[in-house]
Nanobody
């Protein structure tokens, strides 16, 4: 099994920035795509951003395009989500996730491994 630990959440004012980190350990093989999900109270969990194993393909939800950036460092088994220009509607628990997939492609569903979640709260 792959174990994921996500961190970096906190309280920030609107317009501020946060950087989330995800550390992968255990049986981490090649072709491990990674993504970030979020879930706010009363809302469905949604995919915010994802990145292929190669790092050459990325996905962003329309609500975060131009503000969030996903990246990874395969040598360190790490993934990151840089969040800029944060809005109150970004408030949610953010989860790192991973799945084995084609090295140049990204999955939009059926992620197999999950972090514990980290709270992001944006005040107005």
């Amino acid at each position: 099994q792959v174990q994921l630990v996500d961190s970096g959440g906190g309280l920030v004012q609107a317009g501020g920035s946060l950087r989330l980190s995800c550390a992968a350990s255990g049986r981490t093989f090649s072709n491990l795509a990674m993504g970030w999900f979020r879930q706010a109270p009363g809302k469905e969990r949604e995919l915010v951003a994802a990145i292929s194993w190669s790092g050459g393909s990325t996905y962003y939800a329309d609500s975060v395009k131009g503000r969030f950036t996903i990246s990874r460092d395969n040598a360190k088994n790490m993934a990151y989500l840089q969040m800029n220009s944060l809005k109150p509607e970004d408030t949610a628990v953010y989860y790192c996730a991973a799945a084995y997939f084609a090295p140049t492609s990204i999955p939009l569903e059926d992620y197999d491994y999950w972090g514990q979640g980290t709270q992001v709260t944006v005040s107005s």
